[in-house]
Each structure stands twice: as structure tokens, then as C-alpha cells.
């Protein structure tokens, strides 16, 4: 890592997996911006980066907005430095059974996703143009494969599967890499909210998927975070395009 220390945004980092990449990326070395819908929900996150040592900045902002994303980018650049690394974490889920889903659940879904990336990733690739150096991980998921009751979801984290590739293609040439990261069952306040809506007890819910995982546990939010640092590193430069499923087993 050069000696300016470099920035990096962490979308939907209030909470779960985005908490642990954003605490990951600060003890790295990073300045963090954390970023989320509510600027309140970011102090935890923080607040343990800052009592940890590190440096980081609470950015409110609605990923799936134009003009929110390019005044979060802005103040970021303006408040910590020029953000070279960006983890499109911000996501949300609206499940149902393609009969009962709305559009208006398609287009939440999609939007924060898949547009949400993309506004992203657009607002902060001429930063890393500019300093030669970028890193853009994108969190997929194994739901990208299928999965019951979520035909939105699977088919927004699909698409940021084909968006990672093609941002590889055409960023590549600059220095930038471009991943993603598909993860498995992670215990979260999310799978523990899918536990309530399926009826089952959240430590009941996890047993059940630990017994189908070839590793014979659940992730954590770390596991995550342990693999966004190494997309994020200086090491990491010839590793651009891919998908990795971390999921405690093979995927196909």
C-alpha cells in the first residue's frame, strides 16, 4: 500500500455483513466512509473503527438515488480523500412467490442492487482513473443460482455477476479490478429475519443450514470481510472478473 493512506466506501455498512467489511477495511489501513440509508445507524460501525484506531466517516445516502450517490461521493472525496476502493455491499430482500410479488417489490430490489452498483460504481471509477489503482467488489450471492421465493432478488444478485465482468473489461486498462462475492447461509439480522418469516427459531434455522454446508457451519460476517480485504489489497492486482463463493462448500 502506498503511503497515502486510501479511502474506501462501503455501501449498506450500518449493520451485518457491510459492518464487518467496513471494520476490516479501517484495521487494513483504510479511511472508511460508511455509508447507509440513516447517517444515525452508522455511528456503532463508527464509532468501533474510530475506538480501534482507525478513521472512518458516516455518510447518509439512498444508493438507488443519482443525485444522493453524487453528493455522498463528493463528500467523501472532499472529507477523507479520493475514494479508490469500493465495496457495493447495500442490499435489501423482498421475497415472495412470483405470483404474489408486486412491482413494486421487483423494483425495490432491482433498485438497490442493481442500480445502486452501478450509480456507485459509475460516481467513483474516475477516481480511481485518475490515481491509477481502484478495487470494485460487488456482493453477489449463492441466490444468484435460484432460489424459492426470491425470483428478484436471485435475478438482481445474477446481474451483479454480469456487471462485475464487465466492469473488469472496461476498467481493467486504469488499474481497476473488479470481483464479486457470492456468500452463503451468514448469520445476520437478515437470515435471522427470513428465520422469523419462515416460522422457525433463528438457532433452529441455523442448525438446519449448517447440516447441508460442507464445513458444518454457518458464515459470519467476518468470513466476508476476510475476503473483501484480500479483493481490496495491493496484491490483488491481477485477480479481476471473478465470482467467489464463500459459502463453506462448492457452488455450482
Known sequence: MSQERRTA???????GIGAAVAKRLASDGYA?????????????????????????????????DEASVAAAVERV????????????????TRDNLLFKMTVDD????????LRGAFLMSRAVQKYMVDAKFGRIVNLSSTSALGNRGQVNYSAAKAGMQGFTKTLAFELGKFGVTANAIAPGFIETEMTAATA??????????????????????????????????FFASEGAGFVSGQVVYVAGGPKD
Open 9 to 15: 466506501i462501503v455501501t449498506g455498512s450500518a449493520r
Open 32 to 64: 472508511v466512509a460508511v455509508l447507509d440509508l440513516d447517517e444515525s445507524a452508522c455511528a456503532e460501525t463508527v464509532d468501533a473503527i474510530k475506538s480501534a484506531g482507525g478513521e472512518a466517516l458516516a455518510v447518509a445516502a439512498n444508493v438507488a
Open 77 to 92: 472525496a472532499s472529507e477523507l480523500g479520493a475514494p479508490t476502493i469500493l465495496i457495493n455491499n447495500a442490499g435489501i
Open 106 to 113: 421487483w423494483d425495490a430490489v432491482m433498485n438497490v442492487h
Open 196 to 229: 422469523e418469516r419462515v416460522g422457525m427459531g433463528f438457532e433452529d434455522f441455523k442448525a438446519a443450514a449448517a447440516s447441508q454446508i460442507p464445513v458444518n457451519r454457518v458464515g459470519q460476517p467476518e468470513d466476508i470481510a476476510h475476503t473483501a480485504s
